[in-house]
């Protein structure tokens, strides 16, 4: 599991800089002013605290891992399987959640859209997040579902259109539960 969680965070760390994750300007204001040294450096210990977080979470780089990490709910139970359990996240960590900054639209249709089949996510669609939440975020969202970006970007741009069965479709992601 070292060796896996390493994995994880060569990924994340490889995916993003921490200038992609903690820009310098404002960017939930619309504004390009400079943000103050102190607010700045808060934002980065922040981002620093979210990274380590998710570089320690048990996630599944491909297909055997990431089934092997859903399908034992014993040893991780903090994995989203349902569409209860993602609720109770949901109301448990309403400032905190990835999606927490996005309008409560765009987490309704998002919610909307995760199908959950034998203690998995199944399918999602994304696309209406997709320009809402930073990098990092992103990450963390399918975190909570036990995926890398690793096993995301293997997935993604498909979409459940009946049991086992995956088709081509932009902004959606299709697992091995569907």
Known sequence: ????NRRNMLAV???ASLSAIVPHTDAHANSAAKISPPALLERRRNAFNRYDALA???????TSE???IVDDRESYPEIIRSHEDW?????????????????????????KSLIF???????????MIMDEISYLKFAELWALFGMSMSYFDDRKDYKCTGPGNCEDAPTNIC????
């Open 1 to 4: 599991m070292e060796d896996l």
């Open 13 to 15: 760390a490889g995916a």
């Open 56 to 62: 320690t979470k048990p996630l599944g780089n491909n």
């Open 66 to 68: 990431w089934l092997r």
């Open 87 to 111: 609720t109770r996240y949901l109301q448990a960590n309403p400032s905190t959640h990835p999606l927490a900054t996005c309008d409560p639209t765009i987490v309704e249709d998002f919610t």
């Open 117 to 127: 089949k034998d203690g998995g996510l199944g399918h999602a669609e994304f696309g």
């Open 175 to 178: 697992t091995d539960k569907c």
